[in-house]
T-cell receptor, first 111, second 112 residues
């Protein structure tokens, strides 16, 4: 069953702008993860945020988690053309045996 | 460091032919292993996962099967391919069920 839903489905911005992607989920979680997928390649893990964390940073990435709203956001600052990719959130289901991935959203950064 | 190898990168097969896709992981032991299918422009569909040798869990009833003959080897098979088996197949591994997953580069399977 679908757990994480990314929003928007697609986003097109200019290089240098910030990109914000949102993920909503339905059940309690232990952690939430964000992945990137370049066209025709496998997914690459970007960042993991635990349910007791509210914000996490990694380079130009900033992830927030609001467990009361069951939502997370991924912010990419000062975007580059190389950030063009699909982005997925993935969640467990509070003790489930596996991660469940969202459908992903496509980010296009125009040079 | 750990690496994951998945091959072939692309495959074109006729309907009704058999399939064998192989995935191997190096640099870790007793990984959790996963097979996903991704339709064009869509999300990931978990097909099979394995927590140990010979232990396979199937997520979706279908024309495919999986095996784990060795600790770091995961094989996706079919006896007779259907047109609907076309897609992008991804193998992944993780340390635990909910820890970050590490993906191979995928196999693009086209059925004619």
């Amino acid at each position: 069953s679908q757990q994480g839903e990314e929003d928007p489905q697609a986003l097109s911005i200019q290089e240098g702008e910030n990109a914000t992607m949102n993920c909503s989920y339905k059940t309690s979680i232990n952690n939430l993860q964000w992945y990137r997928q370049n066209s025709g390649r496998g997914l690459v893990h970007l960042i993991l945020i635990r349910s007791n964390e509210r914000e996490k940073h990694s380079g130009r990435l900033r992830v927030t988690l609001d467990t009361s709203k069951k939502s997370s956001s991924l912010l990419i600052t000062a975007s580059r053309a190389a950030d063009t990719a699909s982005y997925f959130c993935a969640t467990d289901q509070g003790g489930s045996e596996k991660l469940v991935f969202g459908k992903g959203m496509k980010l296009t950064v125009n040079p | 460091s750990q690496t994951i190898h998945q091959w072939p990168a692309t495959l074109v097969q006729p309907v009704g032919s058999p399939l064998s896709l192989e995935c191997t992981v190096e640099g870790t032991s007793n990984p959790n292993l996963y097979w996903y299918r991704q339709a064009a422009g869509r999300g990931l569909q978990l097909l099979f996962y394995s927590v140990g040798i010979g232990q396979i869990s199937s997520e979706v009833p279908q024309n495919l099967s999986a095996s784990r003959p060795q600790d770091r080897q995961f094989i996706l098979s079919s006896k007779k391919l259907l047109l609907s088996d076309s897609g992008f197949y991804l193998c992944a591994w993780s340390v635990t069920a909910i820890s970050p997953q590490h993906f191979g580069d995928g196999t693009r399977l086209s059925i004619l």
